[in-house]
DNA sequence: GCCAACGTTGGC
DNA sequence: GCCAACGTTGGC
């Protein structure tokens, strides 16, 4: 048994907000069609921590906390032609892309703006890829230290 | 293997 | 809506 891990998500809000996994509880981590963004889902256990970012959207900024509720297994979408995630390359032998499933824990009060951690920086590293220059990956690794620091930046 | 063209992401 | 930066595709 391995440790726990934290990560950080990105949705857009006006296709899968904090709010609808508060609703459904848990849910297919659908769409992700980025490699490295897989390959990092492949590492995830279940209990990891999620830092659930929305992008696109006024204010920019982690909205609430998640975990891993199922490790990676093929992305159905991928298979469904009628789906905007459609890849006519994956087979069902030869998948191509993989998901988790995961699951609501809480959301915050007030956003943590992706202007605050921004300012927060140099604490956080260059090596951070949420605000890497030119950085888009939807799914990414947080270390403990980033984790706790991120999570100071609530407002109370 | 190179690289131009294209599509996408996501902040602003 | 704009556009910089990035990843993927496909011709050669």
């Not at 897989?38 to 921590?49: A, E, I, L, T």
């Not at 204010?59 to 609430?64: E, L, Q």
């Not at 959301?107 to 950085?135: M, N, Y």
Request: proline share 5%; charged share 30%.
């Amino acid at each position: 048994m391995t440790r726990k891990r934290y990560w950080l998500m990105k949705s857009e809000p006006t296709d899968f907000s904090i709010e609808d996994l508060e609703r459904v509880r848990t849910e297919p981590w659908t769409g992700v069609r980025n490699y490295q963004a897989r390959n990092f889902m492949r590492q995830m256990q279940v209990g990891d921590g999620v830092l659930f970012y929305h992008s696109n959207t006024d204010v920019p900024g982690i909205y609430g906390i998640a975990e891993v509720a199922a490790t990676a297994y093929p992305d159905p979408t991928q298979f469904e032609k009628k789906s905007k995630y459609f890849d006519e390359k994956a087979t069902r032998e030869q998948p191509r892309w993989e998901l988790v499933d995961v699951s609501y824990v809480r959301k915050f009060a007030a956003p943590v703006a992706l202007e605050d951690i921004r300012g927060h920086a140099d604490a956080l590293g260059e090596e951070f890829a949420l605000i890497r220059k030119g950085s888009r990956l939807s799914v990414l690794p947080v270390t403990a230290a980033q984790w706790k620091l991120l999570l100071s930046l609530e407002k109370k």
